[in-house]
Structures are given as structure tokens and as C-alpha cells.
């Protein structure tokens, strides 16, 4: 739809915009726009974050989350329990896992989920180098956090059967009707398995 | 939701994406997290690109759209017809005018429409140099291609009196029912003016 501008300068922004996921032709010419009218410093403070961002950051080599340094701020501080390992598909759900405040152990980013469909194998993902920091010992659990979707408890027994045999436990994020969830609208599946694994009603637990 | 990152990089970069128009703080993770997954170049060519949009784009001296140059390549252009000027609102309708490659005169860019209720006034408005761009002759016709919105009526009345003491025709885009919509669902406002100013069929302008 939009073809062609005057500016060489303003087609440069508006393909590089454009290349974000999400993001149209349409949508980066507004923001191109937009930032035309504010203040040469607003496109430079974003250019620069951006750039530096990028330069700056890279990934943990324990964990493999992203970092400032070589062990990323989670993995060498001394006051989370290094003893539990929670094992996240992405950066994003690190900061998701974060945000919920009842977790103080350490990460192991995989980098995705097992998915034949779309190419991805145990190779791809970051399963070997959990399995040798498991083996290095001092782990005394790991809870697999992945996605419950077909592709998430293939991931998490394809873990659970590189694990087994080593001297660590692995748990997986409990199932169930989600809180705020009427029981009218809760899949029977979901269900079914809230039922199996109901929990003992006590005044501390199930506030 | 998300209230912080282990990164001050990212914090940044989230930051400043997150003053986008329309793009919340949940999309500029998404889209930071995306660009560290890519190469570092894509980072550095989509920060660049906005820098040097923003530092080399300036507004062309006579029609104020953006240039490169102090005068733009349409205002320089020898080929298009000067006599010819049609005001728009914005940078992006000069853009969208001319993919319709149905004009070849010169634009003049507004920067907006008359809006008392946005605290816009004439004065903040690229009007007084449309009328003196007109006074100082060589202008036949100036077409208003603003928003067939109140402001827009307004903004054209206020034009066509500022400019109406001056020899130069001053026209208006056509109101009437937009090609592909069916008169059942046009708005009787649009059909009744569309009545008025019903053309003269012929094979030529009809098709």
C-alpha cells in the first residue's frame, strides 16, 4: 500500500522498523513519523538503547539467561538457594517467574521446547549443559516450568529421562484450575488432573 | 506486570521503546527480546537507521514536508506543476496522495487542522505561509485535501477566506460515495452530497 517515499532517510527507518515482528509497513511509517516530530534527542536516547542493549547484553553462561556479565546477577548471588534449579523455556519466562515473588533458587534457560514440527530437537536446546550442571552435583531439585502444551510435557519427559538416574528431584509446576478460573469454564482435562492431585485444605496453603 | 529486569540494558531499551505510540511495556519486551535473539547487526541497523532518520530529516522551507534538503525533491522537481498546490494535513498524506499518482502539482503540509477543543488555532497551523506562498503568485489552484471532519470543514473555510481575495481558484477534494462501499450502507450526509454533485457519466471519468 504505501510504495515509495522521497526519503531515503525515512525508507531506511521504516524497513529496519518494519523488520520487528508484529510490525507492519503501516505501523513503522507511524512511528517513523512520530518520531519526526519529536526531538532529535528522543530518536537518539531509543537508536542508543537499542544499540547498546544489543552490545551489551549477553548470555549467562550457567544459565544461560541474559546477562551484563560472564554469571548473570540471578546466578551469583549468594543469597538464592543454588541447591534448587528451575528450568524455564525463555529469558521472558525468567522475568515472568521473577515477578511472582515465591521463588528464590536459580534458572536454566532452554531456549525453547522440543517441537519435531517446527524442526526443534534436544540438540537445539540448552538440555545437555543441564545435565552436566546437574552431574556437577549441589542440585537437589530441578522443577521443570515449561508450557502445558503437548510440546512442554514432551520437553519435560524427555528432561525427566536424561535426569533420573542422577541423585536429584524433579518436580513440575502444579496443574489446575487457574485462580480467578470459574469450575463452569475449566477444561475437563484440567480438571480431571486438579482432581488427582488435590492438596489438603489448610488456612496457610490455599489463601 | 512486568516490573523489572535483572538488566539495566534491557530496562533501557524496554524503556524507550515503551514511549512508542501504541506500544505498551509487555510489546517492548517482547520486541527487545527479539533483537537479542537476532544478530548484533540487526540492532545496530534498526538504532541507526532511526538516529539518522531523525538527525538528516529537516522540513523543506516551501511546502514543509520532509526533506533531506532545504528544498524537497517534489518542491524541486522542474517535471511537476507548480501552479498547482494541494494542502494536506500531514507528512503522511503527501505520502498517500502520491501513491495515488493522480496529482503531479506541489503539496503544502499544514502540520494539522484547525481544532479548538485540541488547543489547535490557526496560528499553529501552516497558514500564513500558504497565503503568502500564494501572494507571491505564479499559484492558479490550491486544492484543500483535508479530513472531511468538522476540523477539517473548518480548517478549509478559514483557508478558502484567507485566500479568497487572492486570484487563485481555491477547490475541494470530492465528497461523495467511496469507490467499492455499496449505497446501502453509505451515510446520508455522504449520498445526499454525493446527489448534489453528481457528475456527468461518460466513458472517460467513470470507469
Do not use: W
Not at 513519523?33 to 537518539?44: E, F, N, T
Not at 532452554?110 to 524442526?119: A, C, E, Q, R
Not at 485462580?179 to 482432581?195: A, Q
Amino acid at each position: 500500500m504505501i510504495q515509495e517515499f522521497e526519503s531515503t532517510l525515512l525508507e531506511g527507518a521504516v524497513t529496519e522498523i518494519a523488520r520487528l515482528p508484529g510490525i507492519g509497513r503501516k505501523t513503522a511509517l507511524r512511528l517513523a513519523l512520530h518520531l519526526l516530530r519529536q526531538d532529535v534527542s528522543a530518536s537518539v536516547a531509543l537508536g542508543e538503547a537499542i544499540i547498546n542493549m544489543r552490545k551489551g547484553i549477553r548470555y549467562c553462561s550457567v544459565c544461560h539467561n541474559i546477562s551484563e556479565e560472564e554469571v548473570c546477577p540471578i546466578c551469583s548471588n549468594s543469597r538464592r538457594d543454588s541447591s534448587t534449579v528451575c528450568v524455564v523455556e525463555s529469558v521472558k519466562d525468567v522475568i515472568i517467574m521473577e515477578n511472582t515473588r515465591q521463588f528464590n533458587g536459580l534458572y536454566h534457560v532452554l531456549g525453547g521446547v522440543i517441537s519435531p514440527i517446527d524442526g526443534i530437537g534436544p540438540d537445539a536446546l540448552e538440555i545437555d549443559s543441564l545435565v552436566e550442571r546437574v552431574s556437577r552435583g549441589g542440585i537437589d531439585e530441578v522443577i521443570l516450568a515449561l508450557s502445558a502444551t503437548m510440546e512442554g510435557d514432551t520437553t519435560d519427559y524427555y528432561i525427566y529421562r536424561r535426569l533420573r538416574d542422577l541423585p536429584v528431584k524433579v518436580t513440575q509446576l502444579a496443574r489446575g484450575v487457574a485462580v480467578g478460573n470459574e469450575i463452569e469454564y475449566t477444561d475437563e482435562v484440567t480438571l480431571g488432573r486438579s482432581l488427582l492431585n488435590r492438596t489438603l485444605f489448610s488456612d496457610s496453603v490455599n489463601l
